[in-house]
């Protein structure tokens, strides 16, 4: 069984940084592509950023380019999202998933239970 643990969100105000790491368990993840979610009050969960399994290719969703960078350390399992720049919009519970490479309609396995992001004005 697959396994996510992010952690590193919090309380920032806007223009702020944070970074945030996901380690997976129960899964190849040196052969996965992985990818970063998240799901803002009221809203349907969305992508944010993908990497490639050696880390090599990324892709971003519009809103975050430029200012969010997805990276990955295979010896430990583990995939970052350096946020800079931070909005009160991107407020909301952070999520990482395996994706297919390209896709941004959703993770191939379960959710784990998210890291909250939370961007003060």
């Known amino acids: 069984q697959v396994h996510q643990v992010e952690s590193g969100g919090g309380l920032v105000q806007a223009g702020g940084s944070l970074r945030l790491s996901c380690v997976v368990s129960g899964r190849t993840f040196s052969t996965s592509s992985m990818g970063w979610f998240r799901q803002a009050p009221g809203k349907e969960r969305e992508f944010v950023a993908g990497?490639?399994?050696?880390?090599?290719?990324?892709y971003y969703a519009d809103s975050v380019k430029g200012r969010f960078t997805i990276s990955r350390d295979n010896a430990k399992n583990t995939v970052y999202l350096q946020m800079n720049s931070l909005k009160p919009e991107d407020t909301a519970v952070y999520y990482c998933?395996?994706?297919?490479?390209?896709?941004?309609?959703?993770?191939?396995?379960?959710w784990g239970q998210g890291t909250l992001v939370t961007v003060s004005s």
């Open positions: 990497i490639s399994s050696a880390g090599v290719r990324t």
């Open positions: 998933n395996a994706v297919l490479y390209g896709s941004t309609s959703g993770g191939l396995d379960s």
